[in-house]
């Protein structure tokens, strides 16, 4: 069992940087991949970014390319996501989300994939 505590959201104006963290428990997060995904209010969650074990790989969402940058520190059993440039439309609960990977190479963009999720943190960008 894995549990995961996202932090770090917040109340920025258009333009400004946050990063978000994700503490896991439970297990080590070294034998996982990992994702963030978000909910934007009255809408459905979606995905932002995805890293693989040790950081082999990374995909983004086109909305987060450019911008957001996820990264791993499996020696702080932490994932997380730099989000740079933040938008009005960023706004929305943010969560992250693991999946045990035996492939070092595995990454996924779909919720239904992952099997342990956070809380979610709110991150709103408003001027």
């Known amino acids: 069992q894995v549990q995961l505590v996202e932090s770090g959201g917040g109340y920025v104006q258009p333009g400004a940087s946050l990063r978000l963290s994700c503490e896991a428990s439970?297990?080590?997060?070294?034998?996982?991949?990992l994702g963030w995904f978000r909910q934007p209010p009255g809408k459905e969650r979606e995905f932002v970014a995805a890293i693989s074990r040790l950081s082999y790989r990374t995909n983004y969402a086109d909305s987060a390319k450019g911008r957001f940058t996820i990264s791993r520190d499996d020696a702080k059993n932490t994932v997380y996501l730099q989000m740079d440039s933040l938008k009005v439309e960023d706004t929305a609960v943010y969560y992250c989300?693991?999946?045990?990977?035996?492939?070092?190479?595995?990454?996924?963009?779909?919720?239904?994939?992952?099997?342990?999720w956070g809380q979610g943190t709110q991150v709103t960008v408003s001027s």
């Open positions: 989300a693991a999946v045990g990977a035996r492939r070092p190479l595995y990454t996924t963009d779909r919720a239904d994939e992952y099997t342990y």
């Open positions: 439970g297990r080590a997060l070294s034998d996982y991949a």
